[in-house]
C-alpha cells in the first residue's frame, strides 16, 4: 500500500503584533479620522456669514430672508395681541357673568327673607357668599401658581 503522506508546509513564524508606539500611532490616527466639526444656529435669521452666501445663489436672496422673518415676526406678533385680547374680553365676560350670578342669589335671598323664609334665605345667602369667596380664593391660588411655572420655565428649571 503506497501512502500518500501530508507535505509539510513551510513553517510560518506568528505574526508579529505591533508594538506600543506603533499602537499609539494607530488609535492616533484613527481618533483623527474621527473628529469633525460642525455649527448650528438658532433663530430666524442664519448667521452674517452664511447669509452673505445667499446673494450668491440667489440674487438679493439675503434680503429676501431678512424680510421673511420681519414679516413672520410681525405676523407672531399681531396673533399674540390677538390672543391677549380675547383673553382680556373673556375674562371681562367672566367676571360680569359672576357678578350676575351673585346678585341674583343675594336677591333670591333677600326675597325669601321678605316673604318669610329667613333661614332659607340666610342658607342662600351665606352659599352665594361662599361661593364668591371660593371663586375668588381659587383664582388666586391659580394666578400664583401659574407665575411660579411660568418663572421656572424661563429660568430653565423642570
Known amino acids: 500500500m503506497n501512502k500518500k503522506r501530508r507535505q509539510d508546509k513551510p513553517h510560518q513564524p506568528p505574526p508579529q503584533l505591533p508594538g506600543r508606539e506603533t499602537l499609539r500611532q494607530l488609535v492616533r490616527q484613527e481618533i483623527r479620522q474621527e473628529i469633525s466639526v460642525s455649527s448650528t444656529f438658532s433663530g430666524p435669521l442664519p448667521p452674517p ?7 450668491d445663489a440667489v440674487p438679493d436672496g439675503a434680503e429676501r430672508i431678512i424680510a421673511l422673518a420681519e414679516r413672520q415676526a410681525a405676523h407672531r406678533m399681531a396673533l ?14 367672566g367676571l360680569g357673568g359672576g357678578l ?3 346678585l341674583a342669589g343675594l336677591f333670591a335671598s333677600f326675597l325669601m327673607v321678605d316673604r318669610g ?17 371660593a371663586v ?8 400664583r401658581s401659574e407665575r411660579q411655572q411660568r418663572v421656572k ?3 430653565g428649571e423642570s
Open 117 to 133: 323664609n329667613a333661614v332659607a334665605g340666610a342658607v342662600v345667602a351665606s352659599l352665594d357668599l361662599a361661593g364668591l369667596v
Open 100 to 102: 350676575l350670578v351673585a
Open 49 to 55: 456669514d452664511i447669509l452673505a452666501r445667499y446673494n
Open 136 to 143: 375668588f380664593v381659587y383664582g388666586t391660588v391659580s394666578r
Open 153 to 155: 420655565a424661563l429660568s
Open 80 to 93: 399674540e395681541s390677538r390672543v391677549v385680547d380675547a383673553d382680556i374680553k373673556r375674562s371681562n365676560l
